[in-house]
């Protein structure tokens, strides 16, 4: 992991403050080392700097930029290549020499030699930049699930490229201009749309794609294979033992490192399998971390604190949990200073202090990210499944549920208030005759957020649903998580977060061949025998299923009762101030409307709230 920074000045020398400024911004990604490049230009200069974060090869032969021996070629990269050895291997048949053990070299050799056309060996967690000093030609790229991030800004006097958003801004080569086409998208889904930001002019590479730059042209592509609809069909004993095997293969590839290696432990059917196949590769005594809420909170957070500990002493780990209370809101602040783009995610805050706890017991995690969109383990999975199956019987039901489920008490502590809160939401947001709309309303937060914009705003378009019946409605909405809300959401405030802690996360479930065979399968199967029922099957033949039948929980804080609490309203200043910046673009009384049905317990619309905490802060600190 590191941070790769880089100026093409196109007609003249840019200031030397530029390139160390952008990349003293991003130091945290790679406090072990820190070095800089420049080099003539056409008319203009090339600034390279990186920051290195050591996990494999420690050695400061290793260390970025990394050149060739000819010093023709130059690479700064951040990831890991879980390949890196079987690709040394084949590149040693062909007479490569290699000097160092790294897996940057790896890389180095393999852009060498087989040219853009090598991107698709790749298996790993990438983002780099790729330059052949001797013909001036540029390649960036990053890895297909969008696990690394990678920016630029392209404008007639400079390109410039970073891991974030927050470096480029530094540089002084950037306007700070407020994209507001990206609020309505935030206000739907939590987070940007890509490959737009929350900045004008600033825009993200995107999974998959390959960024070239030579004699003053820019082009963009996609470097992966088009997708086959083919879908095969197996035994379910056959998918149980292929699953285990890509699987197991990829967890021990991701431990590979040269530094302490551990795992992020919720208890959940992800991380769990996880950890049953670290000890079946015979590791004990294997680092797990875990947050967890009081068991008193349990109704407005989740039972990770209980299911954790189970794990753990079955599969022997060493297991460290860290008990959480309100107390944790007072991070807020230093979160938002971490992210370059507002995420209205509360397990953004849950990520960030693991990482911080963990900060020095470890310098590698491994997470059950990514599993989820794999194998269709969200609860709108399994409902838009049902909805696909019972279309016809929706469209009598709905109108029996749209009256009464306003009147379903979601804002108070009861043992039916989670299944109130998921008839309210189903209420409104099945369309019978448009399923697309009808999976993104299941991704979207509750309709009264998005109401909350300005009539002078409403010029701003609501994402639209792509069609997705050339491959099937169902197996369209998997691919649009795994390519929207993975990516601009989970993985974007893992990454952002844990790199804030120099801390490395790896996601064994983002395997290229595992994705492959997955997506091969018939999307109806993998919801045939309930949810999750290959993963859940492999846990159980490593006699987990007490763990097996816990419910679906997301990693997630007891905000309901939290924001409640007399004690937490000073979270509520900037909402309650009608001069702050936020109220240039949202209703002033609308929103004290849903802060007074939160805190007299008519409806827990924590989520949204928070989502209007983290945006008013991030639009303070950047722009007010």
């Not at 080392?33 to 008319?43: L, P, Q, R, S, V």
């Not at 969008?146 to 891991?163: A, D, F, N, T």
């Not at 924001?563 to 936020?582: G, R």
């Amino acid at each position: 992991m590191c941070g790769i920074n880089l100026i093409i000045s196109k007609t003249g020398k840019a200031p030397d403050s530029a390139i160390l400024s952008l990349t003293q911004a991003n130091k945290h990604r790679g406090p072990d080392a820190t070095a800089y490049f420049t080099d003539n230009y056409g008319a203009g200069k090339i600034y390279f700097g990186h920051n290195r974060l050591k996990i494999i090869d420690l050695s400061s032969a290793a260390n970025q930029p990394f050149f060739s021996a000819d010093r023709r070629y130059l690479l700064l990269y951040n990831g890991e290549l879980y390949n890196y050895q079987t690709l040394r291997q084949e590149l040693q048949t062909t007479g490569y020499l290699f000097r160092t053990n790294s897996d940057t070299e790896v890389l180095l050799a393999v852009l060498i030699t087989y040219g853009q056309a090598g991107l698709e060996k790749l298996n790993g967690m990438f983002a780099f930049v790729f330059y052949d000093t001797q013909t001036q030609q540029l390649l960036a790229a990053r890895d297909r699930f969008g696990v690394k991030r990678l920016y630029y800004v392209h404008s007639p006097e400079y390109l410039l490229i970073s891991s974030e958003i927050n470096s480029l801004l530094t540089s002084g080569l950037v306007a700070k201009e407020l994209n507001e086409a990206q609020l309505l998208s935030y206000l739907h889904y939590r987070h940007a749309l890509k490959p737009q930001t929350f900045y004008k002019n600033i825009l993200e590479l995107e999974e998959g794609q390959v960024l070239t730059y030579a004699n003053q042209h820019l082009k963009i592509c996609s470097y992966l294979p088009g997708s086959t609809l083919l879908t095969n069909t197996y035994p379910e004993t056959e998918i149980i033992k292929k699953t285990e095997d890509l699987l197991l293969q990829a967890v021990e590839k991701n431990l590979q490192a040269d530094v302490p290696v551990g795992l992020f432990l919720s208890g959940g059917i992800d991380s769990t399998l996880i950890l049953a196949l670290v000890q079946q590769l015979g590791y004990t005594h294997f680092p797990s971390f875990t947050i967890s809420n009081k068991a008193t909170e349990s109704v407005f957070g989740s039972e990770d604190y209980r299911f954790s500990r189970v794990a753990a002493k079955q599969f022997r780990a060493d297991h460290y949990s860290f008990e959480i209370d309100a107390s944790i809101l007072h991070y807020l602040d230093e979160l938002i200073t971490t992210l370059d783009q507002p995420i209205a995610d509360g397990a953004a805050l849950l990520t960030y202090y693991l990482s911080e706890q963990v900060k020095g017991k470890i310098k590698v995690a491994l997470s059950g990210a990514g599993a989820d969109e794999l194998f269709g383990g969200y609860n709108r999975h399994r409902a838009f499944y049902y909805f696909l199956q019972h279309r016809s019987l929706a469209r009598f039901i709905l109108p029996l549920l749209k009256p009464g489920a306003p009147l379903l008490v979601t804002g108070v502590k009861h043992p039916l208030r989670k299944q109130f809160l998921l008839l309210r939401k189903l209420a409104y947001k099945i369309k019978p005759h448009q399923p697309e709309q009808t999976f993104l309303n299941f991704t979207a937060m509750d309709r009264h957020l998005q109401q909350l914009l300005l009539p002078d705003y409403q010029f701003l378009l609501q994402p639209s649903a792509q069609p997705g019946a050339t491959t099937g409605y169902l197996r369209w909405s998997l691919d649009h998580d795994l390519h929207q809300y993975l990516i601009s959401d989970i993985l974007a405030m893992t990454d952002k977060t844990s790199m804030a802690h120099s801390l490395e996360v790896r996601t064994p479930y983002l395997d290229n061949e595992l994705q492959a065979f997955t997506q091969s399968l018939p999307a109806e199967l993998l919801f045939k025998n309930g949810s999750k029922w290959i993963l859940k099957r492999i846990l159980e033949q490593h006699h987990g299923q007490q763990l097996t039948q816990r419910p679906k929980e997301g990693f997630a804080m007891p905000l309901g009762q939290w924001l409640k609490q007399a004690s937490n309203q000073w979270l509520f200043a900037d909402l309650q101030n009608p001069q702050h910046l936020i109220f240039k673009f949202l209703k002033f009384p609308e929103t004290q409307t849903m802060i007074r049905a939160l805190r007299q317990g008519r409806h827990d619309y924590s989520t949204e709230l928070w989502a209007l905490l983290v945006l008013a802060k991030w639009l303070h600190k950047n722009f007010a």
